[in-house]
């Protein structure tokens, strides 16, 4: 499985993206799909995720009410839309895909996409 990232740029505090990771083959019936991001000297961490089959979504606490996961199956393809953006979501975002349940440790993760720059200027 092969994952693309990309929807990245740079944006004002308050602003919105949507990030897109396209698939290169049907994943969704079987993986897991998840975004992490990796701030300036930070560690990577678990940002969103959608259960396999799509039901379920999940969320880190500093994101909920802002962001919203979702998938497309027909295009392969896993969003994330991102409101009210703040200086401190500036991170490489990466879209990951694991095969079974969600999971919030990158260490889980079966498949990786090359990441995406977000930058919030305030």
Known sequence: V???ASGGGLVQAGGSLRLSCAASARTFSS????WFRQAPGKEREFVAAVSV???????TDSVKG?????????????????????????AVYYCAAR???YSDYESRMDYWGKGTLVTVSS
Request: proline letters at 5%; hydrophobic letters at 25%.
């Open 31 to 34: 993986y897991a799909m998840h």
């Open 53 to 59: 089959g799509g039901g379920t979504n999940y969320y």
């Open 99 to 101: 095969r079974g349940p």
């Open 2 to 4: 092969q994952l693309q």
């Open 66 to 90: 802002r962001f919203t996961i979702s998938s497309d199956n027909a295009q392969n393809t896993v969003y994330l839309r991102m409101n009210s953006l703040k200086p401190e979501d500036t």
